[in-house]
């Protein structure tokens, strides 16, 4: 294969993957070149644009480690990851909508049982959160592993500040026999994606704004259910419609609803003002 031109080079390359034995590496692979090509083409790449977005790349590598992963955040940006959640999850109607998963989710969070507050210090306003895992049909699914994590008042996850070991604002918690859980935390709110690297450089250079509106993450497991990854997102937020992330959903908004100083849902008294948040889930049955 020789003198190969333009017009020529990308069946040049398709024929050259023709041993491959992996069926699928082999459709991935010939679709990705073909789209490369073809985006070449298209915007007519020249060599310091192609140049430009190797030096990108290298950078997303370079501030990628095991706390960081600029790639996930690159690809997140870019819709990508919230594609690839939609195109994994198209449930039945009724079922809570998966969503990104994030950065910022660590293994081995504290156990609590429900009522327990899973703010452990962070700061922010109290919040009391409750709600139900149901199955489609309605049935209360009982004992279901519910994770959550959340950025505090100043918008930031415990693994962002420098006194890492300290868990705070994530837990792990189980639904009670009639499917019910309940435990006290703070209210979220907005904050920026990481964007002191090069993906915070392309927002900037996009005319882009980094922010996520507040949310709480959850990530839900029970036998016999598919895995729900989601977050539930504060009605109001000012960024509900721009994401940095694109990964709002009509159907996981909800009301945070503010009360004065008094007695709260599960009995304490509080002397300052509190916000309640009630939200139930609605698992897919696994195949
Ligand atoms: C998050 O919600 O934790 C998140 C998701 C994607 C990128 C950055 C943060
Ligand atoms: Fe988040």
Redesign the pocket.
């Known amino acids: 294969m020789r003198n190969l031109d333009e017009n020529t080079i990308t069946e040049a390359v398709l024929a050259r993957h023709a041993q491959a034995t992996d069926e699928r590496l082999k459709h991935i692979v010939t679709s990705l070149v073909k789209h490369l090509h073809a985006f070449a083409r298209e915007v007519n790449l020249t060599e310091s644009e192609w140049e430009a977005g190797i030096r990108f790349l290298t950078e997303v590598g370079h501030i990628t480690d095991e706390h960081r992963q600029e790639f ?2 690159l690809s ?2 870019l819709g990508l ?1 919230m594609l690839v959640t939609a195109l994994a999850h198209r449930k039945p109607a009724g079922c809570t909508e998966a969503t ?5 989710f660590v293994d081995n969070a504290p156990p609590y049982n429900n009522g327990d507050d899973v703010a452990n210090g962070a700061p922010g306003e109290p919040c009391f959160v409750s709600g139900a895992v149901r199955g489609p049909n309605g049935e209360a699914v009982s004992g279901a592993r519910i994770e959550v994590w959340q ?1 505090d008042a100043k918008g930031l ?1 415990d693994v962002q500040y420098n006194d890492t070991g300290t868990h705070r604002a994530r837990g792990v918690l189980h639904s009670l026999p009639d499917g019910r859980y309940h435990f006290r935390s703070i209210v979220a709110e907005p904050y920026p ?2 964007h002191d690297g090069p993906v915070g450089r392309m927002l900037d250079a996009l005319g882009r704004h980094p922010w ?1 509106p507040a ?1 709480l ?1 959850f990530m839900i497991t029970a036998p016999g259910y598919e895995r729900l990854v989601t ?1 539930v997102f504060r009605e109001g937020d000012r960024y509900l419609d721009s994401d ?2 694109f ?1 709002v959903r009509s159907s996981l908004i909800a009301q945070w609803h503010r009360h004065p100083a008094g007695t709260a849902p599960d009995g304490t008294a509080m002397a300052t003002p509190y916000s309640t948040l009630e939200f139930d889930f609605v698992l897919n049955r696994s195949t």
Do not use: K
């Open positions: 996930i955040l997140d940006t990851s990104v998963f994030g950065p910022f950025a996850y994606i990481p996520r949310h993450h977050h940095a992330v990964g």
